[in-house]
């Protein structure tokens, strides 16, 4: 029997029964949690952290954020744990799918975006949903044909001879033809990818206007055969300009037939599995932010790329390389920036929580390395209620200090400090405004 389950980053799962609608606790059945137990372990031999066992009865959740659909049935839906008071899970879900959207760079419909905030569905039907939205435009818009190669025997001549195959025909059956020929059909990768996609959602979805679009679509679409070879089929999807409709839809197919997205975990179940590191999207959300925010002239070189430093050398052979997050040039000058998805706050205690000393030390050696010693350096946090403004600056030195600044999620804005002088390569619009105009989560 089906099952749904919500919680949130580091939630408490356990087989003993807990009180209803709590985010931070569930219960789960029997077979869900063992299988979740296997899921665990094989994260683990991979250098990845998504389970801890408490016991024998219960799990603690890591910060991996997404749905995850058991071989029992118990859907699994992890939001993250950002919004304290309020409707916190509605609140989780929008923020999510925006992260998602900007980290994977997808384009969602716009009917779908305008509706956002009345779309209450787990994140697994919002896909399939912008799937199906995009997979009907398609349609409409025409499914791309191609000439198909086929060589056949037949009673009568079409296209081409086949001669070699002609006389190797077995005595009696002269009066057939080994021809070749070329057929115009919808039989192609994308089109096979496509109908695989979609019969994983007519299969998995549970809201009732996905399963009746994904039943007419299949209707429409009776005669494409599914990809037996998803992999290869991928890597022959066309992108030349015939192609073009093509391409709004591939990264919804990708995550729905579980590919190897940049930040998408998928196991050997073949369920509707999606878990995304909550570190990651911070980061790439706040990437495209920067992105959209800089000043022309300024550039943005993100994880030191091409221009990567080492901690050390041995002899000539570079030893623990550094790669800050982000870095900003403009007219000279130079800013590394980290993001980290941790909650920063005011008092003394709820600093020591987030403000680790190892990041300390790690944005001290970006400094050396990248600045010389001398420059500003900022370690950006997600927006709380408890950090709204920017901390007073870290000395490491008279010429080298940094920066603990909260990232407002809600508004889509970095909360700069007016000593801080980054904000000669942002555009004064985004990275100033008065903090009474921005939304408090939560």
Same mark, same amino acid.
């Given at each position: 029997?089906? $099952?749904?389950?919500?919680?949130?980053?580091? $939630?408490?799962?356990?087989?003993?029964?807990?009180?209803?609608?709590?985010?931070?606790?569930?219960?789960?059945?029997?077979?869900?949690?063992?299988?979740?137990?296997?899921?665990?372990?094989?994260?683990?031999?991979?250098?990845?952290?998504?389970?801890?066992?408490?016991?024998?009865?219960?799990?603690?959740?890591?910060?991996?954020?997404?749905?995850?659909?058991?071989?029992?049935?118990?859907?699994l839906e992890i939001v993250?744990?950002?919004? #304290?008071?309020?409707?916190?899970?509605?609140?989780?879900?929008?923020?999510?799918?925006?992260?998602?959207?900007?980290?994977?760079?997808?384009?969602?419909?716009?009917?779908?975006?305008?509706?956002?905030?009345?779309?209450?569905?787990?994140?697994?039907?919002?896909?399939?949903?912008?799937?199906?939205?995009?997979?009907?435009?398609?349609?409409?818009?025409?499914?791309?044909?191609?000439?198909?190669?086929?060589?056949?025997?037949?009673?009568?001549?079409?296209?081409?001879?086949?001669?070699?195959?002609?006389?190797?025909?077995?005595?009696?059956?002269?009066?057939?033809?080994?021809?070749?020929?070329?057929?115009?059909?919808?039989?192609?990768? #994308?089109?096979?990818? !496509?109908?695989?996609?979609?019969?994983?959602?007519?299969?998995?979805?549970?809201?009732?206007?996905?399963?009746?679009?994904?039943?007419e679509l299949r209707a429409?679409?009776?005669?494409?055969?599914?990809?037996?070879?998803?992999?290869?089929?991928?890597?022959?999807?066309?992108?030349?300009? =015939?192609?073009?409709?093509?391409?709004?839809i591939k990264p919804w197919?990708?995550?729905?037939?579980?590919?190897?997205?940049?930040?998408?975990?998928?196991?050997?179940?073949?369920?509707?599995?999606?878990?995304?590191?909550?570190?990651?999207? @911070?980061?790439?959300?706040?990437?495209?932010?920067?992105?959209?925010?800089?000043?022309?002239?300024?550039?943005?070189?993100?994880?030191?790329?091409?221009?990567?430093?080492?901690?050390?050398?041995?002899?000539?052979?570079?030893?623990?390389?550094?790669?800050?997050? @982000?870095?900003?040039?403009?007219?000279?000058?130079?800013?590394?920036?980290?993001?980290?998805?941790?909650?920063?706050?005011?008092? $003394?205690?709820?600093?020591?929580?987030?403000?680790? #000393?190892?990041? @300390?030390?790690?944005? @001290?050696?970006?400094?050396?390395?990248?600045?010389?010693?001398?420059?500003?350096?900022?370690?950006?946090?997600?927006?709380?209620?408890?950090?709204?403004?920017?901390?007073?600056?870290?000395?490491?030195?008279?010429? !080298?200090?940094?920066?603990? =600044?909260?990232?407002?999620?809600?508004?889509?804005?970095?909360?700069?400090?007016?000593?801080?002088?980054?904000?000669?390569?942002?555009? $004064?619009?985004?990275?100033?405004?008065? =903090?009474?105009?921005?939304?408090?989560?939560?």
């Open positions: 029997m089906s $099952a749904s389950v919500v919680v949130r980053e580091y $939630a408490c799962l356990t087989t003993a029964p807990v009180a209803p609608d709590d985010l931070d606790c569930a219960q789960v059945s029997e077979s869900a949690f063992d299988w979740l137990c296997e899921l665990s372990a094989r994260f683990n031999s991979n250098g990845a952290k998504l389970l801890q066992v408490q016991g024998r009865r219960s799990l603690k959740w890591d910060s991996y954020v997404g749905v995850l659909e058991t071989p029992c049935g118990t859907r993250p744990k950002h919004h #304290e008071e309020g409707d916190c899970l509605q609140k989780g879900r929008q923020l999510l799918r925006k992260l998602i959207q900007r980290a994977l760079d997808l384009k969602a419909r716009e009917a779908s975006v305008a509706g956002l905030e009345l779309f209450e569905a787990p994140l697994s039907e919002w896909v399939m949903a912008q799937f199906l939205a995009e997979l009907d435009l398609l349609v409409k818009r025409g499914v791309r044909f191609d000439y198909q190669r086929v060589e056949e025997e037949q009673r009568f001549l079409r296209g081409q001879l086949n001669v070699v195959a002609q006389m190797r025909q077995r005595p009696g059956k002269q009066h057939y033809f080994q021809i070749r020929h070329d057929v115009f059909q919808p039989n192609r990768a #994308e089109n096979r990818l !496509l109908k695989s996609a979609l019969e994983q959602v007519a299969k998995s979805t549970r809201d009732a206007n996905n399963w009746r679009l994904a039943a429409m679409l009776s005669d494409l055969p599914a990809s037996r070879q998803i992999d290869l089929d991928f890597r022959a999807w066309s992108t030349d300009r =015939l192609m073009a409709h093509y391409q709004a197919c990708e995550l729905i037939l579980n590919q190897q997205m940049p930040l998408a975990v998928s196991g050997e179940w073949r369920g509707m599995s999606m878990l995304f590191p909550m570190e990651k999207l @911070f980061e790439r959300y706040v990437e495209g932010w920067l992105r959209n925010c800089l000043v022309p002239g300024a550039e943005l070189i993100t994880q030191g790329k091409g221009i990567a430093k080492s901690l050390c050398k041995q002899g000539s052979e570079p030893v623990f390389e550094l790669k800050p997050d @982000f870095l900003v040039d403009n007219d000279g000058r130079r800013w590394v920036l980290d993001a980290k998805w941790k909650r920063a706050g005011q008092g $003394a205690e709820k600093k020591k929580e987030a403000l680790r #000393e190892a990041d @300390f030390y790690q944005l @001290f050696a970006y400094g050396h390395k990248y600045l010389d010693g001398k420059g500003e350096l900022a370690l950006i946090y997600p927006r709380t209620r408890q950090f709204d403004q920017p901390l007073p600056p870290f000395d490491y030195s008279p010429d !080298l200090r940094l920066w603990a =600044l909260p990232f407002d999620l809600d508004a889509d804005r970095l909360l700069i400090d007016d000593e801080m002088q980054f904000t000669d390569c942002t555009k $004064a619009a985004m990275g100033t405004a008065p =903090l009474d105009q921005a939304v408090i989560p939560g």
